[in-house]
């Protein structure tokens, strides 16, 4: 597509709910980035794809969180168990080359947990 | 670690003032150095950039200057626009596959 596209833009759920945030890059775009931002706080890098690989997922904040990409393309940040602490915008971004210099940011999903 | 620091927000000016966002980092080897921009409602935007020491970045008015003996990347316009209010990032690179960010600093400015 033409950007970065995400999903959910807002999502409110109940503690101890599950939630799937979905990012869909750049049409072409071999890297996929995922960051966090809290109120406050800058921008948390969670995880990095390249393709369907993730060779840096070194800020998840625990094993509550996961993700996936398929297909070299879509990927899917998967939240289990939400405490009130994840509630932040949740930002993805994707990159032709890898190299974080030229990264194309989405919208971002802003997560609210009761 | 490798870090950003950046000057706490809000700044807030009049039409036409002078701005200088300062941004400091701390790394281990040589990096690249960003500013991002978020506009209300939109998602982050590359605004300049500048890779080695002593490059200047500039875009749409703003300039940052890459200086290593201060390890210092500030972020500058001479006469800013009601259009540029925004939240500004400062990053940093370092040959891998991610972007360090600062906290970010939300600039308002009025007619």
């Known amino acids: 597509g033409a950007g970065v596209s995400q999903s959910p833009s807002n999502k409110v759920t109940e503690k101890g709910k599950d939630v799937e945030l979905r990012c869909d890059p750049i049409?072409?775009?071999?890297?996929l980035y995922w960051y966090r931002q809290s109120l406050g706080q800058g921008l948390e890098f969670l995880i990095y794809?390249?393709?369907?690989?993730?060779?840096?997922k070194s800020g998840l904040p625990s094993d509550r969180f996961s993700a996936e990409r398929t297909g070299g393309s879509v990927s899917t940040l998967t939240i289990q168990r939400t405490q009130q602490e994840d509630s932040a915008v949740y930002l993805c971004?994707?990159?032709?080359?890898?190299?974080?210099?030229?990264?194309?940011f989405g919208a971002g999903s802003r997560l609210t947990v009761l | 670690g490798n870090s950003v620091t950046q000057m706490e927000g809000p700044v807030t000016l009049s039409e036409e003032a002078f701005l200088t966002i300062n941004c400091t980092y701390t790394a281990t080897g040589y990096p690249s150095l960003f500013w991002y921009v978020q506009y209300p409602g939109e998602g982050l935007q590359l605004l300049l950039k500048?890779?080695?020491?002593?490059d200047k970045g500039s875009n749409k008015g703003f300039e940052a200057t890459y200086r290593k003996e201060t390890t210092s990347f500030h972020l500058e316009k001479g006469s800013v626009q009601v259009s540029d209010s925004a939240v500004y990032f400062c990053a940093l690179s370092l040959n891998t596959d991610k972007l360090i960010f600062g906290t970010g600093t939300r600039l308002q400015v009025f007619p």
């Open positions: 500048a890779t080695k020491a002593d």
């Open positions: 794809f390249q393709g369907n690989s993730a060779p840096d």
């Open positions: 971004a994707s990159s032709l080359t890898g190299k974080a210099n030229v990264l194309t």
């Open positions: 049409s072409g775009h071999t890297a």
